[in-house]
């Protein structure tokens, strides 16, 4: 059980799309789900495997089984936001959702 460890709130936002006044498409962020995480940096063989995919993910981010996340959307935790990268685990519930994420700039 992963219950202990989880002890940041986060958001998970999804887009949704919408237009300006003049007409452009804009991307509004609502919110998908409010769940507690556990949020670390990618170690250094992590990353190294992760770099043969794709060379931004930074964090990982680990929340009890949620089904629906998708890579295009992102993780609010307070002033912080993550873009996810990939979604590990989106088949067994009994096991924990894996966020690999880069940190937005």
Known sequence: M???RL???ITIE???GDRSTSGQPTI???TFADVYADIY???GKEWFEAHQVNSSVTTKIVIRYLDGVRPDMRVKHGD????II???NQENP???TTLMCEREQ
């Open 2 to 4: 992963i219950s202990g």
């Open 7 to 9: 002890k940041h709130a």
């Open 14 to 16: 999804q887009p949704t």
């Open 28 to 30: 509004v962020w609502s």
């Open 41 to 43: 940096s990618v170690t």
């Open 80 to 83: 912080t936001v993550y873009n």
């Open 86 to 88: 990939a979604v590990l």
């Open 94 to 96: 009994r096991k924990p």
